[in-house]
């Protein structure tokens, strides 16, 4: 089991930034941020492997928002910024232990309870 942990969640102006982390209990090689807006399916934000070079951003969040997890790996943050009203959703911290588990696929197995994010016009 993998049990995780998000925080930095917050109301914002647009054009602001926030910074999300999530604690992992335990390292995983695939580590991915979705959102869910109400009344939207929830979507992949963004995904990283074990190595940081690997990331991959859905294309509404490209040059906005950076994924990157800490040395020891266990954390998880999405640095957000620019950021615009159509941001504001619930954001759930994803694992997986593959290697090689993207932001399009249905193979994370662990869910943070999410955090949310407001962003006023």
């Known amino acids: 089991q993998v049990q995780l942990m998000e925080s930095g969640g917050g109301s914002v102006q647009a054009g602001g930034s926030l910074r999300l982390s999530c604690a992992a209990s335990?390292?995983?090689?695939?580590m991915a941020w979705f959102r869910q807006a109400p009344g939207k399916e929830r979507e992949g934000v963004a995904g990283?492997?074990?190595?940081?070079?690997?990331?991959s951003y859905t294309d509404s969040v490209k040059g906005r928002f950076t994924i990157y997890r800490d040395n020891a790996k266990t954390t998880l943050y999405l640095q957000m910024n620019s950021l615009k009203p159509e941001d504001t959703a619930m954001y759930y911290c994803?694992?997986?232990?593959?290697?090689?588990?993207?932001?399009?696929?249905?193979?994370?197995?662990?869910w943070g309870q999410g955090t949310q994010v407001t962003v006023s016009s």
């Open positions: 994803a694992a997986a232990w593959p290697c090689g588990v993207g932001i399009k696929d249905r193979g994370f197995t662990y």
């Open positions: 335990k390292f995983t090689c695939s």
């Open positions: 990283i492997g074990s190595g940081s070079s690997g990331t």
